[in-house]
């Protein structure tokens, strides 16, 4: 396996031996920010049982939301690759944008201008304080990998962690065929 730092626009894939984090079982986020003091990023496979318009129901739009992470969790983020239409993107990496204004975001929606695989939608975001996330790298919480993905929001949420660790192969292929909760095998 790769030993890759983190770094904007990786992928931090969540180890099999974490089984009771909610949040972060079987979980693979990309991270938009990447510092010494701190890092944030968004759960990227764990679609919720809502839509935007089911949120903010002056949009007009069905595009599904996912859970970011466990902080600000009443807080709605987006990211994209739609930067030409949204003043105010924060690249993350080539092709993949965080953030822009919304009021514009919202226009564009209810015209029907952005594509849902243009913007994936989050409550909530991951985040870890300085040092955190690398102490959770270093207990294997965590790996780190490049995102290979071509378009990472039309990806398949329920198989992206099993595709990622039948990939890596070994004990790994065990893992991504066990069910999510051991327990009930």
């Known amino acids: 396996m790769d030993c890759l730092k983190p770094s904007k626009g990786r992928l931090l894939i969540a180890e099999p031996s974490i089984l009771g984090d909610v949040s972060f079982n079987r979980s693979i986020i990309l991270l938009t920010e990447h510092s010494h003091d701190s890092s944030i990023g ?3 496979n ?3 049982g809502y839509s935007l318009k089911d949120l903010i129901p002056e949009v007009n739009c069905d595009f599904k939301v996912y859970q ?3 902080v ?5 983020y987006f990211i994209h690759k739609i930067p030409n239409l949204l003043h105010n993107s924060i690249e993350v990496t080539d092709g993949i944008y965080w953030g822009g ?3 514009q975001l919202s226009n564009l929606l209810n015209e029907g201008l952005v594509k849902s695989d243009d913007i994936r939608f989050f409550l909530g975001y991951s985040g870890w304080g300085q040092g955190q996330l690398n102490y959770e790298l270093e207990s294997e919480s965590w790996f780190v990998t490049e995102n290979k993905h071509k378009n990472i929001f039309n990806t398949a949420p329920k198989s992206l962690w099993k595709d990622h660790l039948m990939k890596l192969g070994g ?3 065990i893992w991504a065929n066990a069910p999510g909760n051991p327990s009930l095998n």
Do not use: A, H, T, V
């Open 46 to 48: 764990k679609p919720l």
């Open 68 to 70: 970011g992470g466990p």
């Open 42 to 44: 968004f759960i990227m």
């Open 72 to 76: 600000e969790q009443d807080n709605l």
């Open 101 to 103: 204004d919304f009021s």
């Open 171 to 173: 004990k790994y292929q």
